[in-house]
């Protein structure tokens, strides 16, 4: 009398569209058993897809068949889309349950696999429940990127949105309120371009987000917050965005203004905690190795002694001391003296003014930049219309001069709303360096570090009561020009600063002008 193992499987879909259940199944099968004479030693019940083998009650019935080789001669089930939906998977599993001295076999689609010919109605058994697959994916994938590309969100709406039913059944998506807020205002903090998406995550986090660090900072990169829809690329079509039907919750200027920051070209560190009297610590670049400067105290005769000291055999050591003091005084080079405020901001206004002109100039430069990326374009069209460029190069040169067009038309608002206004602007950024050097000590630890990766955004390498730095803030940079070159007393007119940084007052001056914020939040 033969042994059988009855495998039993159903996935939800397939029970809700179909009528499938297991009970069904357990009854047809039993009953084939009995009129067969097939003694059941165990029944399997399944509840997953069958498009692949990664199934757990599967794998534990191959572990069971492997410990009771040869007690076992038959796996039943009542189809072969029971036993599986892809049919190179099948051919492998049976070869396996071969091994083991099992055969597996549909009782409503019995065939006789000793016979060549059968294997061709296999085929066909495991083919068409894999092409039925198949046909559904791709239906389900065709329909989501046509929503994608009428500007819908697809799917489970990201943090800060959450999914709605019209009263027409339409599914959309709406903003989601605090998580809206909470990512609005991160956006609003990374533009500030003085921290650390950890530093920005982690606020967001006191405030109730509830993700992880890396779900945020893809968070961050996706244009849903600025009421697009990215259309991925598929075959012919290149990937780009869709405007969306759901509301924005940041501006297009600020999304792609966060998008340079975590590109990569600025990095402010301030996330070490350090004691009051290391408040560098982390923030110093040893000047022999790559390491940070790590700091400690020394237990002296009387009291403790403080030093920033590498961790590797180099052997760098200075005192805490000695080096707090020395930047005590470099901060002196960018503090304004009181009373002085109005001079520097005449001064600075100048100096943009005859670098950049007016608002009429600032915009007129973006739209001589969108001209050059059409004209860019419009070229690349006419060298492939004459089969001298390649229709796949000139889609590369399409999607690349598209996404500056994007970048620029989302920038014009900024740089004419940027030139307006431009002395209160300017004052109430300087108005962060009043008495710096004074003030800076008032202030915790943790504002302290922030003030100094502020003022020394790339990294600083100390040595001997010296140092030096890639990169500085450009307003501390043109204040301490005018420290050093001028005074109120002298005599001075326009041409003498056109030196000064043209990014004194770019786009980016309120973003530097509340990253400052914590000089003046306590006296």
Sequence with gaps: MQVADLYIRVSTDEQAEKGFSQRNQDEVLRRYCELKCITVRKVYFEDHSAKTFRRPVWNKLLVDLRKNKGKVDVVLFTKWDRFSRNAGDAYMMINLLRSFQ?????????????????????????????????????????????????????????????????????????????????MREGFERMAQDTYTVESVYNEAKDKGLPCCRNNFWF??????????????????????????????????????????????????????????????RGLLDCPKCTRKLTGSGSKGRHSLHYYYH??????????????????????????????????YTILILKAYTGLKGT?????????????????????????????????????????????????????LPEVVQSTRGLDITIKRALTNFVDLNERFYRQDIKKQREIFSALFPGRVVYSDLKHRTGRMNDIAVNIALINRELTPKKNWTKSRFYSLSSQVVSAGIEPATQGFSVLCSTD
């Design 102 to 182: 099992v055969e597996p076999q549909a009782i409503e689609q019995p065939l006789d696999l000793s016979i060549p010919e059968n294997k061709m109605m296999l085929a066909f058994y495991l083919a068409a429940p894999e092409v039925e697959n198949d046909r559904r994916s791709l239906n389900v994938f065709h329909g989501i990127r046509r929503a994608k590309k009428e500007g819908r969100w697809p799917g489970k709406a990201p943090l800060g949105y959450a999914n709605k039913i019209d009263d027409k059944g339409h599914k959309y998506i709406a903003q989601n309120e605090p998580y809206a807020t909470i």
């Design 310 to 343: 590498c961790q590797s055999s180099c052997g760098v050591r200075f005192k805490a001391e000695e080096v707090n003091t020395y930047f005590q005084k470099q901060l002196k080079k960018f503090t304004i003296m009181k009373g002085n405020l109005e001079f």
């Design 219 to 280: 968070l961050l990169r996706n244009p849903v917050y600025c009421g697009k829809v990215v259309v991925p690329r598929y075959k012919d079509e290149d990937e780009y965005l869709a405007d969306g039907q759901h509301e924005a919750v940041i501006s297009e200027a600020l999304f792609y203004r966060v998008q340079a920051i975590l590109d990569g070209r600025k990095n402010y560190k301030t996330s070490i905690e350090a004691p009051n009297h290391l408040q560098f």
């Design 359 to 411: 608002e009429k100039d600032a915009r007129q430069q973006v739209l001589d930049e969108m001209k050059e990326q059409q004209a860019r374009m419009s070229k690349a069209m006419d060298l492939m219309l004459k089969d001298q460029l390649d229709p796949a190069e000139y889609r590369a040169i399409k999607v690349e001069a598209e996404k500056k067009l994007s970048v620029l038309e989302a920038r």
